[in-house]
């Protein structure tokens, strides 16, 4: 019988506890789905393309349109006339969601599987284990991530050995800081954490798995079939919802992909339609326009929206790449009550507070407080402060909870939520979205903010930590601007992969649309009024990237300095420089992972950008690995 799936050499071997015969089987079950995500994603390039061409704004859709996939008219979608989720009982109280992945790079698993004990110790209502974004992706952290995940919902005796090392290790810091413990039972507060998984997008290839016909199997499958076959009977019978959360999602129409694979996999394990619940993060413009809509599509398995920065605003800058008039400020600048940021959340409240056809309603999650109080006592008591203050702002416009980067976050903003008292604000009067062109015009609002060299070195500093950081497996680290190592009145902030694609669409605006500072310069000879050029820009990346070289093995390891530091320079300059802007920094990073050489970096490179400029193909599949016949280890579903 033909292989749906293939597995390389090995691997099945070295992970038997994940790659488990059901789970197996449900991967064959699901791979033909791999088709129509390639397609969906060859559908998504051509109209991102067409609006390139075109210079074509995003609209709204045709009222009387159907969600592709779907039989539901998009105007009924936007009337409630669906039916949604009623909210489970371990998601109607999620104050505080930390995130972050479950594995580390290259560690054993009694100090890699810390990660998770940290997390359902830290007193979180939720925890999103992250697949995605925060997950490093060299060897096989996808699935180390996957094993530390199962090995603690089963409470693994290895994992209760170590959490409760870890336990103790917690409290010290809490007497420290709160002067008083934070963990009274370690065992009994291991059960308070809800926990959540982020599958990585439907744009992403999984390194380890490709399909009958040796195409690279969608990353969101494979994650997705993974996570969910691995855990349900324990999560079940815990009396534990199983939770996604799905990122990058930029339609309706990719939102009913993800409904119908998800709805294949209850079949499959003979669940209930809805059993499996989803968060959907707000990380695309295009998303804003289609919320009712990508709502309808989900229907008894959304529960409700996540709002945040990065992604959005790389989104937008995306979106607009043809458009000479619309520049980005500072990055500073763009906080949640910026411009276009305050009508998206104004559109995502609007459309959780919605109700669906039997009056259920969704809930909206605040976005991520990446700050971390560890540096001078002056610099954590101004920022713990600006912290709880933007806390208490999300809470007053209505979300019933919030995002933090680090388990030591949790008890710093967990109080506004307790001083509120609801269990979330489900239901609380928003208006009804509407659907006009001035509606569609302040989703894309620009207003007046400083565009400085101070802040394009942020922007370059940032982002080069940020690509080496990945090369070495940390795609959540704790960095800043290299010009405030040293300095502990500037925290370190604790951010993924996101952070660094922004910078660099903020960057290309910069360079590519002539974008005009707003203040002199003495270090560059620059003054108010010029224009940020690409001479400017390879004068900075020079500066910055030197400044790297020299910093101590604190902020950048010695080891990284010859090996992925130069890759992630050549990296920015290749996006950059392009006259096309590209879609995702990730996706040049991707085909570096396991690459420490930077000649073979240039050739990939080249090759990414050949390939993309030609007619639009993303090389996505894992360039170290021929699947060849003989050496895979195969699965057939008989």
Request: glycine share 6%; proline share 3%.
């Amino acid at each position: 019988m033909k292989k749906k799936i293939r597995i390389g050499a090995g691997l099945q071997n070295k992970y038997p506890d994940v790659y488990t015969p059901e789970a197996l089987s449900a991967l064959s079950a699901l791979a033909h789905f791999n088709k129509d995500i390639k397609e969906a994603m060859a559908v998504r390039i051509a109209r991102r393309d067409e609006r390139q061409q075109q210079k074509k704004r995003i609209t709204f859709l045709d009222p009387e349109s159907y969600i592709t996939r779907t039989n539901i008219k998009v105007n009924d979608a936007r009337e409630g006339k669906f039916t949604g989720s009623v909210i489970p009982a371990d998601l109607q109280r999620q104050w505080i969601q930390g995130t972050g992945p479950a594995a580390k790079p290259n560690a054993p698993i009694e100090s890699s599987i810390r990660n998770v004990a940290y997390a359902l110790l830290s007193g979180a209502d939720g925890w999103m284990f992250d697949g995605e974004d925060a997950l490093g992706q060299i060897t096989t952290m996808s699935l180390d991530n996957q094993r530390n995940l199962k090995m603690a919902i089963s409470k693994d005796p290895l994992f209760l050995q170590v959490a409760e090392i870890v336990a103790s290790e917690m409290n010290r810091w809490a007497i420290g800081f709160f002067k008083q413990s934070i963990i009274s039972d370690w065992l009994q507060q291991l059960n308070f954490t809800t926990i959540l998984f982020r599958a990585r997008g439907l744009h992403l290839d999984d390194r380890h798995i490709v399909d009958g016909k040796g195409v690279a199997m969608a990353a969101s499958i494979v994650d997705m079939t993974l996570y969910v076959v691995n855990s349900y009977q324990e999560l079940r019978n815990a009396g534990s919802s199983i939770v996604l959360y799905l990122p990058k999602i930029q339609t309706a129409g990719e939102a009913s992909l993800w409904n119908d694979m998800i709805t294949s996999l209850e079949n499959q394990l003979a669940l209930d339609e809805g059993t499996i619940k989803v968060y959907v993060l707000v990380e695309q413009l295009e998303a804003t326009y289609q919320l009712m809509e990508i709502r309808a599509a989900l229907g008894k398995h959304f529960v409700g929206y996540n709002t945040g920065r990065w992604d959005y605003i790389n989104s937008i800058a995306d979106a607009m790449a043809w458009d000479k008039t619309f520049i980005n400020p500072d990055i500073e600048a763009i906080t949640m009550t910026y411009g276009y940021m305050s009508h998206y959340e104004n559109r995502v409240r609007s459309a959780v507070n919605t109700p669906d056809l039997h009056g259920n309603y969704a809930l909206w999650q605040g976005g991520m407080e990446p700050n971390i109080p560890v540096g001078s006592e002056a610099g954590i008591d101004i920022s713990m402060k600006k912290v709880v203050a933007g806390a208490e702002r999300e809470q007053r416009e209505g979300a019933s909870g919030k995002w933090v980067a680090h388990w030591k976050m949790v008890n710093i903003v967990r109080p506004v939520w307790e001083k509120a008292g609801q269990p979330n604000q489900l239901g609380r009067s928003s208006g009804r979205l509407s659907y006009t062109s001035e509606d569609a015009e302040n989703l894309l609002l620009i207003v007046p903010a400083p565009t400085t060299i101070r802040g394009a070195r942020n922007l370059l500093s940032v982002a080069l930590q940020y690509g080496n950081a990945f090369g070495q497996g940390m795609q959540a680290a704790a960095l800043k601007p290299a010009d405030f190592f040293g300095n502990d009145d500037v925290l370190y902030l604790m951010e993924d992969m996101a952070t660094g694609e922004i910078r660099l669409s903020i960057l290309w605006e910069w360079v590519h649309k002539g974008a005009v500072l707003t203040e002199d310069d003495a270090q560059t000879g620059t003054n108010r009024g010029d224009a940020f050029t690409m001479t400017i820009f390879k004068q900075l990346i020079e500066e910055e990237y030197e400044k790297l070289l020299k910093a101590s093995n604190k902020d950048v390891f010695e080891k990284s300095k010859n090996t992925t530091l130069p890759i992630s320079k050549e990296i920015v300059v290749a996006y950059i420089e392009s006259d096309v802007k590209l879609p995702w920094f990730i996706d040049l990073l991707n085909i570096n992972l396991n690459n420490y050489n930077l000649e073979e970096a240039k050739l990939r490179i080249r090759k990414f950008m050949t390939y993309f400029l030609k007619d639009g193909t993303r090389i996505t599949h894992n360039l170290d690995s021929v699947m060849e016949e003989n050496r895979d280890t195969s699965f057939t579903n008989n």
